[in-house]
C-alpha cells in the first residue's frame, strides 16, 4: 500500500487502511507508541461473534505506514476479545479476554478467561498468562472463571484499575491488582442505571480518575473519583446511546472522546469546565466499525479502529493522523 503519512501534514485527517479486503472480520483495535514503534493490536475471526474463536494480533511498524505481523495469541476453545495495551511504569503490558459460549449462535456465556502478556523488547512478547477477576458479589453462579470482563487496564503508580462487566447478568465492578495477575473487586461501586458495560479509565496530572462508561441502553457517561476510584462521581453526559468502544485523552481543557455513533467512528470534545460537549468529526466508516486506539504525539491525535464501509462482508482495520492545531480547540 502506497505511504501516506510521510507527507500530508496540513491536513486535518489522513487515514490508511492497513490490512486487506477480504472476508475476515478484524476488529476492537488498540495503539500504542513504545520503544520508539508503533503497535497496534485487533481481534481476528470470520465473524463478529459466534463463529470460528477469535485470534489477538499483534503488529509493529516503525513509520505507521509499513506494518508486520509480530505475535498472534490464541488458546483452544475460547474466542479472544478486546485485545488492550496498558503501560505500567516503563513497562508494556498486553490483555486479553477469552470466552466460550453455552452453544452456538447464543450470547450467553459458558466460560470468561482472560490472560496478560508482556513485552519483552525489540518487538518481541511473552507467552500468555492467566488473569484472575474475583468473584466478590458471587452472583453468577452458572459461569465458571472469571465473573465479569475486565475491559481497558490503566495503572497509576503501579497499580492497576479497571472496570469490569457482565453484560448478561447486569454486572458492573470496579476492580484493583498490585501483581498484574489477580484483580480484586473493590465492592464499593455504585453502578450506574442504564446497563453500563465497556468503559476507559484515565488519570490526570492530579491523580483524579476520570472514566467514560458505554450504557446500553442509555447515554454514555463521565464520571470522576477522587478516591482512587472507590467512589465515583457521574458528572457528565455524551448523548450517545451504544457508545461502542469509547476511549478517550486528555486534551487542554477537556477530553477527546471516541466511539460508535450510529454505525460511524466519531471523534467528540467534552469541555471540562464549562461541561460542554461538541461532535468534531466523523471518520471514514460504516456499518460495525469503531473500538478506537488513540495516541497523541507531536501535536497529532493517532487514532486506530476497524470498519466495513469498503466491504459486504467482514472489516478491516484503519489508522488515522488527526492534526490538532486544525481542531479550533
Given at each position: 500500500m502506497p505511504k501516506v503519512f510521510d507527507k500530508n501534514f496540513d491536513k486535518l485527517v489522513v487515514t490508511k487502511r492497513i490490512t486487506c479486503i477480504d472476508k475476515r472480520h478484524r476488529a476492537f483495535t488498540d495503539l500504542v507508541y513504545f520503544d520508539n514503534r508503533w503497535?497496534?493490536?485487533?481481534?481476528?475471526?470470520?465473524?463478529?461473534?459466534?463463529?470460528?474463536?477469535?485470534?489477538?494480533?499483534?503488529?509493529?511498524?516503525?513509520?505507521?505506514?509499513?506494518?508486520e505481523l509480530v505475535k498472534l495469541y490464541k488458546y483452544q476453545g475460547?474466542?479472544?476479545?478486546?485485545p488492550k495495551f496498558a503501560i505500567k511504569d516503563n513497562k508494556l503490558l498486553f490483555y486479553t479476554h477469552g470466552s466460550t459460549y453455552l452453544e452456538a449462535y447464543r450470547s450467553?456465556?459458558?466460560?470468561?478467561?482472560?490472560?496478560?502478556?508482556?513485552?519483552?523488547?525489540?518487538?518481541?512478547?511473552?507467552?500468555?498468562?492467566?488473569?484472575?477477576?474475583?468473584?466478590?458479589?458471587?452472583?453468577?453462579?452458572?459461569?465458571?472463571g472469571n465473573e465479569t470482563y475486565p475491559w481497558r487496564v490503566t495503572y497509576y503508580k503501579g497499580i492497576g484499575y479497571v472496570f469490569g462487566y457482565n453484560f448478561q447478568h447486569d454486572v458492573f465492578n470496579f476492580y484493583t491488582t498490585e501483581d498484574d495477575v489477580y484483580f480484586k473487586n473493590t465492592n464499593t461501586?455504585?453502578?450506574?442505571?442504564?446497563?453500563?458495560?465497556?468503559?476507559?479509565?484515565?488519570?490526570?496530572?492530579?491523580?483524579?480518575?476520570?472514566?467514560?462508561?458505554?450504557?446500553?441502553?442509555?447515554?454514555?457517561?463521565?464520571?470522576k473519583s477522587k478516591d482512587l476510584g472507590l467512589t465515583w462521581n457521574w458528572f457528565g453526559?455524551?448523548?450517545?446511546?451504544?457508545?461502542?468502544?469509547?476511549?478517550?485523552?486528555?486534551?487542554?481543557?477537556?477530553?477527546?472522546?471516541?466511539?460508535?455513533?450510529?454505525?460511524?467512528?466519531?471523534?467528540?470534545?467534552?469541555?471540562?469546565?464549562?461541561?460542554?460537549?461538541?461532535?468534531?468529526?466523523?471518520?471514514?466508516s460504516g456499518g460495525d466499525c469503531s473500538y478506537p486506539g488513540m495516541v497523541i504525539t507531536d501535536n497529532f491525535l493517532w487514532i486506530s479502529y476497524y470498519s466495513q464501509h469498503e466491504q459486504k462482508r467482514g472489516s478491516s482495520i484503519y489508522l488515522s493522523r488527526i492534526n490538532l492545531s486544525k481542531l479550533g480547540l
Amino acid at each position: 500500500m502506497p505511504k501516506v503519512f510521510d507527507k500530508n501534514f496540513d491536513k486535518l485527517v489522513v487515514t490508511k487502511r492497513i490490512t486487506c479486503i477480504d472476508k475476515r472480520h478484524r476488529a476492537f483495535t488498540d495503539l500504542v507508541y513504545f520503544d520508539n514503534r508503533w503497535l497496534l493490536t485487533y481481534r481476528e475471526s470470520n465473524e463478529h461473534i459466534f463463529g470460528e474463536d477469535g485470534v489477538a494480533k499483534i503488529l509493529s511498524s516503525l513509520n505507521a505506514d509499513d506494518w508486520e505481523l509480530v505475535k498472534l495469541y490464541k488458546y483452544q476453545g475460547f474466542d479472544f476479545r478486546d485485545p488492550k495495551f496498558a503501560i505500567k511504569d516503563n513497562k508494556l503490558l498486553f490483555y486479553t479476554h477469552g470466552s466460550t459460549y453455552l452453544e452456538a449462535y447464543r450470547s450467553a456465556p459458558k466460560e470468561y478467561k482472560d490472560f496478560r502478556a508482556k513485552y519483552t523488547g525489540d518487538g518481541n512478547w511473552s507467552l500468555l498468562n492467566e488473569v484472575f477477576v474475583d468473584k466478590k458479589n458471587g452472583t453468577i453462579s452458572n459461569l465458571k472463571g472469571n465473573e465479569t470482563y475486565p475491559w481497558r487496564v490503566t495503572y497509576y503508580k503501579g497499580i492497576g484499575y479497571v472496570f469490569g462487566y457482565n453484560f448478561q447478568h447486569d454486572v458492573f465492578n470496579f476492580y484493583t491488582t498490585e501483581d498484574d495477575v489477580y484483580f480484586k473487586n473493590t465492592n464499593t461501586l455504585k453502578s450506574p442505571t442504564g446497563t453500563p458495560n465497556e468503559a476507559t479509565v484515565r488519570v490526570d496530572e492530579n491523580g483524579v480518575f476520570y472514566s467514560l462508561v458505554r450504557r446500553e441502553y442509555a447515554t454514555a457517561l463521565l464520571g470522576k473519583s477522587k478516591d482512587l476510584g472507590l467512589t465515583w462521581n457521574w458528572f457528565g453526559n455524551i448523548p450517545i446511546y451504544a457508545f461502542g468502544g469509547p476511549n478517550f485523552l486528555f486534551y487542554k481543557d477537556g477530553i477527546l472522546l471516541s466511539g460508535r455513533e450510529k454505525e460511524k467512528l466519531i471523534l467528540g470534545y467534552f469541555d471540562l469546565k464549562t461541561g460542554d460537549y461538541k461532535k468534531i468529526l466523523t471518520f471514514e466508516s460504516g456499518g460495525d466499525c469503531s473500538y478506537p486506539g488513540m495516541v497523541i504525539t507531536d501535536n497529532f491525535l493517532w487514532i486506530s479502529y476497524y470498519s466495513q464501509h469498503e466491504q459486504k462482508r467482514g472489516s478491516s482495520i484503519y489508522l488515522s493522523r488527526i492534526n490538532l492545531s486544525k481542531l479550533g480547540l
